[in-house]
Structure formats: structure tokens, C-alpha cells
């Protein structure tokens, strides 16, 4: 099971709005609603941002939304904050004998 | 409040076997509504599931690190475990518990992860 491919890099300037997408297959982001993003700032464990395609834990701000077309999910971060400038993750269910993939990650910076 | 907490040695020599535990506080392992499971990080690298157990104890691993993995369950402890046997340098990561809610298949809650260097 290969991960998910996510952009190496995107950067943008505060107040700004970027995308991070996250493409596999049918196998898994095409064929599930299980997609969920994370966030990693430096030394710290990952923080659940979005679950099941588009869905928001208690207490993440509404500026992180979520979206799906294909095997292809997408994250997005309006009115960009220097907190946000961090390493992205998307995951998602597969159905393959591995049953969870990672992308490849993401670093956000502000500009 | 869910918090998970991993502990164990940071230091383990080739060939020896890695042990990790998870002590779970504001929810049981031996729930029916989430998997408990095992994550790791290589420096600099992304995330890796090594595998999960469930209620009443069944498992499931990741197929690169079946034949080395044991993931078990102290109920009484509320805590769940990690070994990894036969290491080598390449399994020096962080290594991260976490939780699982089985209705969204996303991974909710994370310890803050512990560093183990194989090495000797």
C-alpha cells in the first residue's frame, strides 16, 4: 500500500487561503468517507483536524474545512495564521490488509 | 478528558525486542466504540500504522510488520502495549499511541509520542 500523495510544500501570506490536496485510489480516498487531516507543529504529536471528509472536532477553528471530488481530498485553510504554518497529514481507511494510509505530508509555511 | 501516555525505553539494541506501553485515562480499552492503536514517526519522515487491537483483544497489523508486531491489552491497567522483536536501525522513530473511534475511523486522540533509537 503506497501513501497518499500530498504537495511537499504550499506557502501563502497571512489572512490568505490555501489548499493541500491528498490523491490515492479507489481502494481507499475514493472509496471511503473515512479521510481525516492533521496537523504536527515541530516535536509534537499529530492534531486530529478534520474527520470523515469534512467534518470538524469540538474546538478546531471553522477557518479548516474539508472536501472530496474522486480519489482526491482536499484541505482548506482560510485566513491564514502564522500558528497554522505547521506539517499536514491526510489519512485515510483503506481496504487493503494495511487498513490506514498517510499521505506524504505537507509544510505550510506563512509567509 | 482522554489522555493517552506512552512510556519505555528510549534505547534498544539491534536485534533485541522494543517494548512500549500506553497508559489510557477518561476511556477504557476495552470499549467497544474505539480501536486503541500504535503509530510511528522516522526522524524526518512521515506517519506509519503498525497496528491496532480492539475489544475483547483481537488485533490487527500493519502486513511490513506482522511477523515482529504484538499488540496486547491490560484491562485492568487500562493500557495496551507494544512489542516490536528483531529491531534494527530502521525502526528508530517516535513512536505514538492513539485512539481510533470506530464510527469515523479517524485517529482522535494521540499520546505525545516517545523517541526510541535502536542502536548499540
Known amino acids: 500500500q503506497s501513501a497518499l500523495t500530498q504537495p511537499a510544500s504550499v506557502s501563502g501570506s497571512p489572512g490568505q487561503s490555501i489548499t493541500i490536496s491528498c490523491t490515492g485510489t479507489s481502494s481507499d480516498v475514493g472509496g471511503y468517507d473515512y479521510v481525516s487531516w492533521y496537523r504536527q507543529h515541530p516535536g509534537k504529536a499529530p492534531k486530529l483536524m478534520i474527520y470523515e471528509v469534512r467534518n470538524r472536532p469540538s474546538g478546531v477553528s471553522n477557518r479548516f474545512s474539508g472536501s472530496k471530488s474522486g480519489n482526491t481530498a482536499s484541505l482548506t485553510i482560510s485566513g491564514l495564521q502564522a500558528e497554522d504554518e505547521a506539517d499536514y497529514y491526510c489519512?485515510?481507511?483503506?481496504?487493503?490488509?494495511?487498513?490506514?494510509?498517510f499521505g506524504t505530508g505537507t509544510k505550510v509555511t506563512v509567509l | 478528558q482522554v489522555q493517552l501516555q506512552e512510556s519505555g525505553p528510549g534505547l534498544v539494541e539491534p536485534s533485541e525486542t522494543l517494548s512500549l506501553t500506553c497508559a489510557v485515562s477518561g476511556g477504557s480499552v476495552s470499549s467497544a466504540s474505539y480501536y486503541y492503536t500504535w503509530i510511528r514517526q522516522p526522524p524526518r519522515k512521515g506517519l506509519e500504522w503498525i497496528g491496532h487491537i480492539f475489544f475483547r483483544g483481537s488485533t490487527n497489523y500493519n502486513p511490513s510488520l506482522k511477523s515482529r508486531v504484538t499488540i496486547s491489552a491490560d484491562t485492568s491497567k487500562n493500557q495496551f502495549s507494544l512489542r516490536l522483536s528483531s529491531v534494527t536501525a530502521a525502526d528508530t522513530a517516535v513512536y505514538y499511541c492513539?485512539?481510533?473511534?470506530?464510527?469515523?475511523?479517524?485517529?482522535?486522540?494521540w499520546g505525545q509520542g516517545t523517541l526510541v533509537t535502536v542502536s548499540s
Open positions: 492513539a485512539r481510533i473511534p470506530v464510527a469515523d475511523l479517524s485517529f482522535d486522540y
Open positions: 489519512s485515510s481507511y483503506t481496504s487493503s490488509s494495511t487498513n490506514y494510509v
